[in-house]
């Protein structure tokens, strides 16, 4: 979904040679849909409108629920009747936002697939999706890929840099059984990651709140404070390389942004390669051995299904993260 400025949308729009009719719809909100929030529906219901007009005719009562205004939180019920507003949108036959090349590499990288589920190797560098700068992410990609699954959404997320296994629902029953089991115990994640230092055994939890702050610039960060939400994270050691770094499995117990990088700094051993959390000269002697990423990397799922069968998917990191470990161990 490319997500534009308004002036920018307004612009394309002018200049567009074709586009879809400009007309009053309606929608009726079948079970699958149901649980949903509004402006979520909106802004896959109306691809490539940017999120600003989504709230804007939420906020101007131009989007009606059973002929009654409603909030952007407002969740969906099977039955329930949508007014839409004429909203211009790109027209189906304008060039695709993904190229073929990041295409083919998710094509390559599912490592699991089924009717409502498709758990894929995110590659670092790349977003889950679009937004803040980025004309797309994963889930756009994945749209692209599978055009016959409009209601497709991203699961969870991973950070931009951060490889590894990433779920997308393919449908709203799945989206809301795999929500309703990543708040319970239905979903267990764990992580690899190459950490300065030497990681001690006896540290096999680092139990520490943690607080979003955004700074003047905008960027968002995390640090460990006292007022901040519950956080707890298991490590356990894998491997070490002398005392100049040690690859570490992480399991998150909780879910909060950026959680793993800030406990493995918060315990002395930060990340190599993560430019916010990290140490730039430990960073800096991985990169030397040709480890340019982030060194993070989400290895595998365990997820129980509405079936209650157990799914068990796990990703490799790579070349660049197998060939710098290697080199590590010949240092």
């Not at 590499?105 to 009717?115: N, S, T």
């Not at 929500?179 to 030497?198: F, Q």
């Not at 960027?219 to 901040?228: A, I, K, N, Q, T």
């Amino acid at each position: 979904m490319l997500q534009l400025n308004e002036k920018m949308y307004h612009a394309r729009m002018k200049n567009s040679p074709s586009e879809l009719p400009v007309q009053v719809q309606f929608d009726q909100i079948d079970a699958d849909q149901a649980g949903q929030r509004i402006d979520n529906y909106l802004i896959t219901r109306l691809k490539g409108a940017p999120k600003t007009l989504v709230y804007r005719i939420l906020r101007k009562g131009e989007v009606r629920v059973n002929k009654g205004r409603v909030k952007p939180d407002y969740r969906l019920q099977a039955g329930d009747v949508l007014r839409i507003p004429p909203v211009r949108l790109p027209a189906p036959n304008e060039p695709a936002l993904v190229g073929q090349g990041i295409l083919n590499a998710l094509e390559a990288g599912i490592l699991y697939e089924d009717k409502g589920l498709i758990v894929v190797n995110k590659p670092a560098g790349l977003a889950v999706h679009g937004g803040s700068g980025l004309n797309f992410g994963v889930i756009e990609a994945m749209r692209q890929l599978r055009p016959d699954c409009p209601q497709m959404e991203l699961v969870h997320r991973l950070d931009r840099d951060t490889s590894g296994c990433l779920m997308i629902a393919k449908k709203r029953s799945v989206l809301r059984h795999l929500h309703a089991a990543l708040r319970g115990d239905g979903v267990t994640k764990c992580y690899e990651a190459l950490v300065r230092g030497r990681w001690p055994a006896s540290t096999k939890r680092v139990h520490a709140p943690l607080q979003k702050n955004n700074l003047r610039s905008g960027e968002r960060m995390v640090e460990v404070d006292p007022e901040g939400k519950e956080c707890l994270t298991e490590f356990r050691v894998l491997e070490r390389f002398g005392d100049q770094a040690t690859l570490v499995e992480a399991r998150p117990i909780t879910g909060r942004t950026h959680q793993i990088r800030v406990h493995a700094k918060h315990a002395g051993h930060p990340i190599a390669g993560d430019p916010k959390y990290g140490d730039d000269d430990f960073s800096r002697e991985v990169r030397e051995l040709g480890g340019k990423r982030l060194f993070l990397h989400a290895r595998s799922l365990r997820v129980v299904m509405a079936d209650g069968q157990e799914l068990k998917v796990e990703a490799q990191p790579g070349l660049v993260w197998d060939s710098t470990l290697g080199r590590l161990r010949n240092a």
